[in-house]
């Protein structure tokens, strides 16, 4: 059953697609379906509640030109173009890229096309296919613009859309964007890359995953990694003015792109916006206008004369026509007049100057400053986006609605439970790194210790064999040691022995010289009192006396070879001493040498820790930020001077030099606006009418 039908009466269907820059959706309506209605139904269906801001748009089948749709109006009672029901066939995964992206006012189509889609639960089967008219194909695009495009937008499919609308201009140089500034973009729009997943069509931007960081990109094995070298980065204006290959700016922008680690998809999306929304040309709509002709001519006059000549250009030529004399420029803050480029304003008029605007087909005479346009259908949208800038402006400057309160609150809620879990998962991986890190360290010492101990172990072993054949000797010294002190002992036992049987005979001579002596005195006594001596008994007395010297002088004899004896005694046993001592000091110096030998051969050197400075992790992340933004402005400003050594000068167009002489004197699209609208209203207005 259709979306949009009728118990009373049945009306015609027909298929409607509905295409953004990342997703396509399907689904029938009626022929007497309002644009607002399939509006409000597109922006229920994808959780838009911003919608101000969009607006959708189609193929005009008279002029072949991109218009916005009145949503006011009735789909079918404008001229827009309806392909026949052949185009149903095609599968919704692989959309013809020729029908679908068709060059449209959102400045520049798509890229690739999309496989995303979403279809109404009213499926389409063989029956209906015979009551559906045609095909009905839109584009929401963004038509209206902030201030401040970083602040004012509330929710995350808001700022997606709007990233991928500001990506796509750029890309396509609809936004005219310096070399330096598209490659640091690019880098952003890498970090922010998304990549679908095909297992499911329902739309929602939790249905993608996240590229991220570059080392997670090149580490990743899953086969949705993005292949680099196809990848549209830069505008095509970059590698025709600039003598740098695409691998050179590859490069450059991976280096760039190293800078964002850590950076969330949403984050890496607000970035881009806030770098691009200082570019000159971000969320200006410029239209060719000519200056009202002063005389007697009506204003549809000189308009068909005008006309005429572009079509006389057109018949004679096949060069592009002349351009218009001004350009107009319309955005969120007011309306600028263009004359030398699309840079520099001449003049620019704030909403609040502007009291009000008109288009019709008649000359008003009341009209402060009155211009024209190639067609009539660029005079009404120009009023269309001047009425609803205006009201955008007006807005802003009152009291926030109860709607855009709540979904500030909402949307604060949703952001603070997201930085909550972002930044939880921040610490953790943090954390994560930095064991990661020292785990590395550590491995790394580990394997210069192992290194160390490769390189020493040869000469460890060496010296445990020169300590083994030390020991070897030191035993075999030890063991002769041992004999000599056996033999040194036994000949002292026998210099005990002879020292015993010397003081034996030493004791029996005593004996002997002590009987003489007694027999002498007994001699000597009897012959004083017999008064005389007989011969017999001297001759007795001579043999005594002799034997007693005798003994006497072998007495001393025995004496002297005992002295001997003791002195080689003592002398033996201090020998014995120190070879005892010398075979202690060889044995305990073998042990320690063995036990070396062995610890120096089993355990490895003792780990030394590694000291680091303990910092708190938010002053840790701190640095790391500050360090990032310092490597990026440095890489910015060698590539800036890069670039201004390799660029092509005959290449240069009139952009290049008014941004170069802008960027000398120091402009930038803040002073241009406030020089532009120096001076009062009425003094502005009298620039304009010179210009």
Known sequence: MPVFSSRKKKSD???????????????????SAKGNTIFSLICQTLGLREHWYFGLKYVDKITNEWNWLHLSRTILSQPIQISPNSILLKTPDSPNTTDIYKPHLLRSPPISPS??????????????????????????????????????LIQDITRRLFYLQVKQDILNMNIYCPPETAAHLASLSLQAKVIRRKKSFIYSLTSFSSFGDYEQ?????????????????????????????????????????????????EE?????????????????????????????????????????????????????????????GIDSLGIRFYKKNKLRPEVFFSWIDIRSVTAHDKNDKNATFAFYAAKSSISKEILDLAMGNHELYMRRRQEQSIEIQQMRYFEEQQQKEKMRIITRERELRFQAEKRRDEITREFIEYQQQMKEIHETLPKYQEAAELLARKAHLSSEEARLQAAKALEIESQLERCKYEMNRNEEEKRSYARQINECEQVISSLVNDSVKNSYFHPSHYNEFHLLSSTIENRR??????????????????????KLLAITQLNQSLALANATAHAQSRTTTISPPP??????????????????????????????????????????????????????????VGDNKYSTIQKARSGTTSKRMAMLQDL
């Open 217 to 265: 990109a090149v580490s990743s094995s899953s086969t949705e990694s993005v292949n680099f070298e196809n990848e549209a980065l830069l505008p095509l204006s970059c590698f025709q003015k600039i003598e740098l290959s695409r691998s050179d700016w590859l490069s450059r922008i991976i280096a760039l792109w190293r800078t964002h680690a850590s950076l969330t998809r």
């Open 115 to 152: 496989t995303s889609t979403l279809s109404l639960p009213s499926s389409i089967t063989s029956a209906a296919l015979q009551s559906i008219k045609g095909t009905i194909e839109l584009y929401l695009l963004v038509k209206f613009y902030p201030e401040d495009i970083t602040h004012e």
């Open 607 to 664: 780990y030394r820790p590694i000291t680091r400075v303990q910092e708190s992790n938010e002053r840790a992340q701190l640095i790391e930020k500050q360090s990032k933004q310092t490597q990026l402005a440095l890489q910015l400003q060698d590539l800036k001077n890069v670039i201004q050594s390799k660029k092509i000068e005959e290449r240069q167009t009139l952009l290049d030099k008014a941004y170069e002489e802008g960027l000398a």
């Open 13 to 31: 269907e027909y298929f409607c697609k509905i295409f953004t820059l990342d997703a396509e959706l399907q689904f029938t309506i009626e022929a």
């Open 553 to 574: 002088k072998e007495a001393d004899d025995l004496k002297l070879e005992v002295a001997k004896w003791r002195v080689a005694e003592a002398a033996a046993r201090e």
């Open 268 to 328: 890496a999306e607000i970035s881009y916006l806030k770098h691009a929304q200082d570019l000159d040309m971000f969320g200006l709509a410029f239209f060719e206008i000519s200056k009202m002709q002063s005389g007697n001519k009506s204003f549809s006059q000189q308009q068909q004369q005008q006309q005429q000549q572009q079509q006389q250009q057109q018949q004679t030529s096949d060069q592009p026509l002349l351009a218009a004399e001004l350009w107009l």
